[in-house]
């Protein structure tokens, strides 16, 4: 084996490593069982909530004898991309909460420092904890999401595999920008509520820009939620602008987790 590739098995194993020490760290802080939890509540609660509303409003609504309630029951794919609206409020917050202290709670504690000293790359230790979060998100919106197919396939009729499976991945890339702005800022802010709401306040800028300006910006990473709704639906009008709206997310991506890096590297060797 060569030294080139020597180093590179080194590395690799190092890089797993550390990914594995995230991981275990979300399982003892019950991250792995909580945030799934969250999501899947969120899930359930679409369908049967739509489905049992207008008995509900019966039930609990004082109304007068004889008062008829009449609410027309949407569609399954409606219900599918409702229960991605509610993602978009509550699991953005979520996802923002967790990722929060990622790098500033270690900064802080001087555990950053300690383990830069040693030969583990800066770009190590943003991308291990990128991973790991990311993992976080994607089983959480898998097993949320999939909670609410299966009640809306069972409450409101079959929802086609290919459009829940498109819809997914689109939305988990949006999730994946987010879980990515907030270990930048974590990374930037010795602050972890000044990381989340950062976080926080760029995705709504960007969701913004997208829906007040749709002429200009369907190319945007702010416009992918809004094509994951689409997507679930089977109304997306121009497939290309999925395409570079996914494109300009990844780019986004790339360019914050080497900010982050750059910027961790940089206040590493002054703090030294």
Known sequence: MSTVQLNRTKGL????????????????????????????????????????????????????????????????????????????????????????????????????????????????????????????????LLLGYGAAYYYTIVLFGEVKLVLFLNSYLVYGTWLTLIVTLTILFSTLLRSGAGAAFSAIGVILVLSLSASLLPKYMKWSPGALSGYAYQTVMDSIAAPMMVFWSLASTVAVIAAALFAASYYLKSSTAVDH
């Open 13 to 140: 194993a190092r890089w797993t490593a550390m990914l594995q020490k995230e991981l275990l760290e979300q399982v003892r802080s019950f991250k792995l069982v909580w945030v799934p939890l969250v999501f899947m509540v969120l899930g359930i609660m679409q369908p049967l909530s739509t489905y049992y509303m207008p008995l509900i409003l019966e039930k609990t609504g004082n109304l007068p004898t004889g008062t008829v309630i009449d609410i027309p029951m949407p569609s399954a794919v409606e219900v599918l991309a409702s229960t991605l609206q509610q993602y978009g409020t509550i699991g953005v917050l979520v996802i923002a909460l967790v990722g929060m202290g990622a790098v500033s709670a270690e900064r802080n504690s001087g555990i950053a420092s300690l383990i830069l000293v040693k030969p583990i790359p800066a770009w190590f230790f943003i991308s291990s904890k990128w991973a790991a979060n990311t993992i976080l998100a994607w089983v959480a």
